[in-house]
């Protein structure tokens, strides 16, 4: 972790380290001349006797950057650049390409959030939704089991007399009713609760008040509706 912080910092002050490379490379060649010259080489083959002793001047260079470069950052790097030169030379491609990218991004963040507050997100008001939990019971008809099986209201009933496992317990079913007189009256997803399903949340009414335990008495309870 350290080397790989190490050569992050380097990555960053690479354009000092090239010019202090090329700075020390130039310095060896001329070194490498001095001694050359001193050995009884003539003057003109000192350079080619030593660019012979120095080796490769590019691969002694790769060498060196190997050492506190990421050659990964370098390629990314290279790819954005020739990427955003190929842009450049052809505009029309490129306002195409944004456009695709800006309405494929924008549907599928618009599609995410429908999804996430729909299947993800808990209910408005949701009291402690960590803890909240919604209980299947499975039926088996000719053979073949239903886990999607919500049970009767008796169910529900023997559940809450029985069961000491859920600190609280509510009885819930959805279906959709015609709600409205005559002409006005329109199809609306609607549910029947009983008392305890409000105390599962924070929210509280407008207007008016839930109904209570009392009038969700057995075997019919008071003809309440909460809007």
Excluded: C
Excluded at 5 to 29: G, I, N, T
Excluded at 64 to 88: C, F, H, K, N, T
Excluded at 164 to 189: I, K, N, P
Excluded at 209 to 226: I, K, L, M, Q
């Amino acid at each position: 972790m350290r080397e790989f912080l190490s050569r992050l910092v380097d990555w960053f002050r690479r354009d000092r380290l090239e010019r202090e490379l090329a700075e020390e490379m130039r310095f060896h060649r001329e070194l490498a001349e001095r001694d050359a010259v001193a050995q009884g080489v003539a003057t003109d083959d000192a350079p080619s006797v030593a660019r012979r002793r120095f080796g490769n001047p590019t691969a002694v260079a790769e060498e060196a950057r190997d050492r506190w470069s990421l050659p990964r950052l370098d390629q990314l790097q290279q790819d954005v650049r020739y990427a955003i030169r190929g842009l450049r030379r052809a505009p029309g491609f490129t306002a195409t390409a944004v456009i695709t990218l800006a309405l494929g991004i924008g549907a599928n963040v618009a599609m995410f959030g429908v999804v996430d507050r729909l299947m993800f997100r808990p209910y408005a008001y949701l009291r402690d939704p960590g803890t909240v939990h919604r209980v299947y019971l499975r039926a088996t008809y000719r053979g073949k089991e239903d886990w999607g099986y919500g049970g009767e209201f008796a169910r529900y009933l023997d559940m809450r007399k029985f069961t000491t496992s859920f600190s609280h317990l509510a009885g819930f079913a959805r279906q959709t009713l015609a709600v409205g007189t005559g002409d006005a009256s329109r199809e609306r997803r609607v549910a029947t609760v009983s008392a305890s399903f409000f105390e599962f949340f924070d929210g509280r009414p407008a207007l008016g008040r839930y109904f209570v335990a009392s009038e969700d008495a057995t075997p019919r309870g008071a003809e309440v509706s909460v809007l």
